[in-house]
C-alpha cells in the first residue's frame, strides 16, 4: 500500500474507533477557586480548573494518537464527599474508563483510588501521606509533594549558606503538618532552627501581636521560613520583618512546579498555549501538573494500545515525559510521585532550580528532592 493510502487508512480507522475515555474528578465548589483567592494568586495555589491542562495534553497528543488509531476523551465529574469520589470512581470503571484523574482532599484521593481497580493520577494534592502512609499501588503523582518542595528550599539555603532559620508557622493543622515536613528538610541539610513561633491572623484585638511582623521577626537569623497554607499572612511578610533578610516558603521565594515567567526548555511556549487555551489564565503547577497527566496517558495508551489496565498501568509506570524543564522525567518506583526539577520562584521570575548544583545523588539526583527509595515508606509498593 502506498504511504498516502496507509495514512489515509489509519485516518479513516481513527475517525471510527470509539476514543479511550479519562475520567476527572474535581471537588464540588472548591473552595480553592473562590473569586477573592484566585485573584490574589497565592504560591501554589490553583487559579482554575484541572480540566483546562488535561485538554490542552490532549490536544498535543492528538496528532500522534491519531496515527496510532487511538483517541482519548476527558469526562469531568465533580463530587462532594469521600463516598461520592469513591462511587464516582466505581462508576467510571463500570462505564470502562482507562484512568482516573483526581483534583481532591486527600481523604477523597484515597477513596478514589480504594474504588475501582483503575490507575489514578493525582494533579492537585501534595501531602506526603498520600505518597508515604497511605500509598496505593496504583496512584502516580504529579504534582511535587510538600516534602519535595521543603527539600528544594533547604537545597537552597543550604547553598546560599542561609543557615540561622526562623520558623513562622500558622494556626491550622495543614500548617502544623508541613511545619513538621519543613523541621525535618531544615535537619537534613544541615540548617540551625533559630527560632519557631506560632502566628494568627485574628480579629480579635487581644491577639493582634500575633500577627505583626516586627514582633514575630525580633532575634537573630538569615532567613525567615514561613508555613502558611492559606497565604494572606505569608504575603505581607516580606519587607517587613524587623532584620533586613530573606523570607522563603509560602511567600518570598518558594519552590514551585511550574511558573508562567520560566524562560527555557521551551516553557515560554508551553505557557503562551496554555493561556490561548484557558481563555488567557496564567498556568500554574497544578495546570502542569494536569498537563503532565494528560501526557502521561497519552504515552501509556501508544505504548499499550489495547487499552487493559494491567498494560495500562505497567506502561504509565515506564513513561519518560518531557515536561520542558530540561531533563527527562519519570515516575518513581516506590511511592508513584513524578521526578521533577522544581522551579525557584519570587513571583516574577524564576531565579534558580533545585536540585541544586552540587547535590549528588547515586542513581538520579532529582531522587535528592522528596522521599527516596531507601527510606522505604510506601509499603504498599514493591520499588
Known amino acids: 500500500m502506498k504511504p498516502l493510502a496507509c495514512l489515509l487508512a489509519l485516518a479513516a480507522a481513527s475517525a471510527w474507533a470509539a476514543p479511550q475515555r479519562v475520567t476527572l474528578?474535581?471537588?464540588?465548589?472548591?473552595?480553592?477557586l473562590e473569586r477573592a483567592r484566585v485573584e490574589r494568586v497565592y504560591f501554589g495555589h490553583p487559579t482554575g480548573a484541572a480540566q483546562d491542562g488535561l485538554q490542552m495534553a490532549l490536544k498535543d497528543s492528538q496528532l500522534e494518537l491519531d496515527a496510532a488509531g487511538s483517541s482519548l476523551a476527558l469526562d469531568v465529574v465533580s463530587v462532594a464527599s469521600p463516598e461520592a469520589a469513591k462511587a464516582a470512581a466505581q462508576k467510571a470503571e463500570k462505564a470502562g474508563a482507562l484512568a482516573l484523574v483526581t483534583d481532591l482532599p486527600a481523604a477523597w484521593t484515597l477513596a478514589a483510588a480504594d474504588g475501582a481497580k483503575l490507575p489514578v493520577l493525582n494533579v492537585g494534592n501534595p501531602e506526603d501521606r498520600l505518597r508515604?502512609?497511605?500509598?496505593r499501588p496504583r496512584l502516580f503523582h504529579l504534582i511535587p509533594s510538600e516534602r519535595m518542595r521543603a527539600d528544594a528550599i533547604g537545597q537552597t539555603l543550604a547553598s546560599q549558606r542561609w543557615q540561622q532559620v526562623l520558623l513562622l508557622t500558622g494556626p491550622s493543622a495543614d500548617d502544623q503538618r508541613r511545619s513538621a515536613v519543613v523541621?525535618?528538610?531544615i535537619k537534613r541539610y544541615?540548617?540551625?532552627?533559630?527560632?519557631s513561633k506560632p502566628f494568627k491572623l485574628s480579629a480579635d484585638p487581644r491577639e493582634r501581636d500575633l500577627a505583626n511582623p516586627r514582633l514575630l521577626t525580633g532575634g537573630s537569623y538569615d532567613v525567615v521560613w514561613v508555613v502558611d497554607s492559606d497565604g494572606e499572612f505569608a504575603r505581607s511578610l516580606p519587607y517587613r520583618t524587623v532584620l533586613p533578610r530573606p523570607v522563603v516558603g509560602d511567600a518570598g521565594l518558594t519552590a514551585l512546579g511550574w511558573h508562567a515567567q520560566f524562560e527555557r526548555f521551551g516553557a515560554p511556549q508551553v505557557s503562551r498555549r496554555f493561556a490561548r487555551n484557558a481563555s488567557g489564565r496564567t498556568m500554574q503547577s497544578s495546570d502542569w501538573a494536569a498537563w503532565m497527566a494528560g501526557k502521561a496517558l497519552a504515552a501509556a495508551v501508544l505504548a499499550a494500545p489495547k487499552g487493559k489496565l494491567a498494560e495500562m498501568q505497567a506502561a504509565l509506570a515506564q513513561v519518560e515525559l518531557d515536561g520542558s524543564k530540561g531533563v527527562p522525567m519519570s515516575f518513581r518506583s516506590w511511592d508513584g510521585q513524578l521526578r521533577q526539577r522544581l522551579l525557584m520562584t519570587d513571583g516574577q521570575g524564576v531565579v534558580a532550580m533545585a536540585p541544586v548544583d552540587g547535590v549528588l545523588h547515586p542513581k538520579n539526583v532529582l531522587d535528592t528532592l522528596g522521599a527516596d527509595q531507601a527510606e522505604k515508606l510506601c509499603k504498599a509498593r514493591g520499588g
Do not use: F, V, Y
Open 183 to 185: 523541621q525535618a528538610a
Open 25 to 32: 474528578l474535581l471537588p464540588d465548589d472548591d473552595p480553592r
Open 190 to 195: 544541615g540548617l540551625k532552627l533559630a527560632g
Open 132 to 135: 508515604e502512609a497511605d500509598c
